[in-house]
């Protein structure tokens, strides 16, 4: 028979256990949606209600700003729009649907398209509004190209929006969210990306630390939450244009349009790294537009929700994924390439299909064009896993309208080389407002915030974790157990 003192301990380890493992895997259970599917009902509903009303209207009645896209409807038709530039947060749809991004917090004016010290940035860049610890809602002044030194570091409850302007964020490094939260990317153009760091760069008005090489993403998102980039042109970088990884997760990827580059997007950091289970994304209403060759996205892990895309082009294959992720596409057009050894849009990368059998791989009201086809794969397979979604998604047929605004607004849907010759010149400092009035004003003594939004400007206090709770419960009882055996038993316990 095991010692008395033995069996306590063992009891004592195994309260422990629980709030252990809770506490190891945090990022996965605080951030991650528990319901999945509820949140892909939720974008179809949207989706659906938006192409009904705009149906419905008649021609005489119908707004040119109602394209039954949820996002575009949600503020293009308001004629003030530019002066209520922070309804955009309140339209986000899917995973990343709750990112607020500067919402609340005052109106920062960019105008000044310098890089020149990412140490000590200048007021009045790009650099230095992002790295400020409140919220803030940051608008430009005039078209500008900013060509950075190295990476643009973001603090949270950021949003970036380019309406109104013509805004390029190029050169070294480009945009790197990490371990920051409620961010909103709008409206803007990141291109022409490239490696950098080993370099001293500040990430808050505080705090200046060594970076270490960056890889050339266009947009990096690293064990971040509540991110939303939507109506952005990506093109053109050395590695990927968006990439998530390390336990990113609730993240919205709308109305953009990708191009010109061979690695589009990685979704997880390898397949090992468990906290990745907990990613989820949603990819809707994108073009992927002339160029690309593979990663459109490429999956690991998580729950990626792709819905209402058009996928144009691809040398190698579209959706790619290891370590079993939940793939769910719906209502996409997938047009194949001529080569007849790429018509397959899905690819399971380096695994067996006797392993990836299993895996849950669903294509419903898809369009597969020029010989296209999806290999569905686990539930994916089952008619009756189709039958349990309570909404239907809209058909692929509808793409073209969903889609016609992808990209910066006023961007060519597909024309060739955006950016020819682009040297990464082409700067604009100290520029003034050319007719944006929805910028807002700046003046020569140095302030660049604007008006102050109604309401709280402070951000939210993170949710307090329950596990915490649970293990001091845990260990306070496991030690009163303990305490009453060693007064009431002969066994020295203590």
Known sequence: MLPITCILLMCLLSSFSPP????????????????????????????????????????????ACLTGNPIDDCWRCDPNWAANRQKLAECGVGFGKDAMGGKGGQIYVVTDSSDRDPANPVPGTLRHAVIQDEPLWIVFAADMTINLKHELIFNSFKTVDGRGANVHVTGHGCITLQYVS????????????????????????????????SDGDGISIFGSRKIWIDHCSLSYCTDGLIDAIMGSTAITISNNHFAHHDEVMLLGHNDKYSPDRGMQVTIAFNHFGEGLVQRMPRCRLGYIHVVNNDFTQWQMYAIGGSANPTINSQGNRYTAPSDADAKEVTKRVDTDDREWSGWNWRTEGDIMV???????????????????????????????????????????????????????????????SKGNSAAGSSSDDGDFFGMIFRGSSSRAAPPSSPSLSVAFVSTFLSLVIILILDASTNHPIL
């Open 370 to 432: 020029n010989g296209a086809f999806f290999v569905p794969s686990g539930a994916g397979l089952s008619a009756q896993y189709a039958e349990a979604t309570s909404v239907q998604p809209k058909s692929a047929v509808q793409i073209d309208q969903l889609t016609m605004y992808s990209g910066v607004f006023g961007d060519p849907r597909d024309n060739g080389d955006l950016y020819p010759g682009f040297n990464g010149g082409g700067s604009v400092t100290g520029a003034t």
């Open 182 to 213: 409620n961010v909103i990317i709008h409206n803007i153009h990141v291109h022409h990306c490239t490696p950098s760091g080993n370099t001293n760069i500040r990430a808050s008005p505080t705090h200046v630390g060594w970076r270490g090489r």
């Open 20 to 63: 252990i493992e809770a506490l190891l895997n945090l990022t996965v259970l605080l951030h991650q949606h528990p319901h999945p599917e509820a949140i892909v009902h939720e974008l179809q509903r949207k989706v659906n209600v938006s192409l009904w009303r705009r149906q419905t209207l008649s021609k005489d009645q119908q707004p």
